[in-house]
């Protein structure tokens, strides 16, 4: 059983699960794809200040986050046709 810091057993379920991860890979080609050109991307501090560069701080709040994510504009495409599938005679 694992404690908090003020002795009391830590409720099941809290924290990050095992082998879930809070980072992924994605390349520069893909978010190129889907977000424009000026579009601003928030990174980690440490991996800004790693690769020099020049970064404006973010305050963490509920109303930072919800303009930065009603912002974002991602592109759409309608899979629920099957005008794209072409059958093959084999």
């Known amino acids: 059983m694992t404690l908090?810091?003020?002795?009391k057993p830590r409720k099941k379920g809290s924290g990050r699960t095992s082998?879930?991860?809070?980072?992924?890979?994605?390349?520069l080609r893909e978010?190129?794809?889907v977000l424009k050109e000026d579009a601003v991307v928030?990174?980690?501090?440490?991996?800004a200040e790693a690769?020099?560069?020049?970064?404006?701080?973010?305050?963490?709040?509920?109303?930072?986050?919800?303009?930065?994510a009603s912002a974002v504009e991602l592109k759409s495409a309608d899979l629920t046709?099957?005008?794209s599938v072409i059958e093959m005679d084999w």
């Open 42 to 47: 928030i990174i980690g501090r440490k991996y």
């Open 51 to 68: 690769i020099r560069l020049d970064a404006k701080k973010v305050e963490s709040n509920v109303d930072v986050i919800e303009s930065v």
């Open 31 to 33: 978010l190129n794809r």
């Open 4 to 7: 908090n810091k003020n002795g």
């Open 81 to 83: 046709t099957d005008d």
């Open 19 to 27: 082998g879930s991860t809070s980072f992924v890979e994605v390349s």
